[in-house]
C-alpha cells in the first residue's frame, strides 16, 4: 500500500520534475490510500494557486483511491509519532494513516526525511 504526502500530490498536479517517479504510485489507485488531510491541503494549495474549478478536479482525481478520514485512534497515534519525530500536524496525521495501512509514505517533504517508512524524493517547501 501507499500513501501520496501533499507535497507530493502537488508535484504530480503540477508535472513537476518528480512526476514521472510518482505516477506509478498514484496511478495504482487499487494501492493507494488517502488520509483525508491531504485532500484538505491539496484542495487548499491548488484552490488558492489554481482556482476552484482546477482544485475540484484535483481532487475528484485523489478520490479515486481510498479515502481515510482522520478518527480517535488515528488522531491519538498522530500525536504519538509527532512527537516523537517532531513532525508538523498533517505530517505526523499522514505517517499514522500509513502505518496503519502498513503504506510506504511518498514525499518530498523534507520533514520526513530519515523516518523509517517513507519515500523521500526531495525536499519541497510544505503546501499549506
Not at 501507499?2 to 506509478?24: C, H, K, M, Q
Not at 488515528?74 to 505526523?92: C, K, N
Request: hydrophobic residues 50%; glycine residues 6%; contains cysteine.
Amino acid at each position: 500500500m501507499n500513501v501520496v504526502d501533499s507535497s507530493a500530490w502537488i508535484e504530480y498536479f503540477a508535472g513537476g520534475a518528480r512526476t514521472e517517479a510518482l505516477a506509478p504510485v498514484i496511478e495504482d489507485v487499487q494501492r493507494l490510500v488517502v488520509p483525508t488531510v491531504c485532500l484538505l491541503e491539496v484542495f487548499k494549495f491548488t484552490l488558492r494557486e489554481r482556482g476552484e474549478q482546477e482544485a475540484l478536479q484535483v481532487i475528484a482525481s485523489m478520490k479515486q483511491a481510498r479515502i481515510v478520514p482522520l478518527d480517535e485512534c488515528l488522531a491519538l497515534e498522530a500525536a504519538r509519532l509527532g512527537v516523537q519525530h517532531r513532525l508538523p500536524l498533517a505530517d505526523s496525521v499522514i505517517l499514522a494513516t500509513a502505518r496503519a495501512h502498513d503504506a510506504v509514505v511518498w514525499t518530498l517533504d523534507s520533514h520526513f526525511a530519515g523516518v523509517e517508512g517513507v519515500r523521500y524524493l526531495g525536499s519541497q517547501p510544505s503546501p499549506a
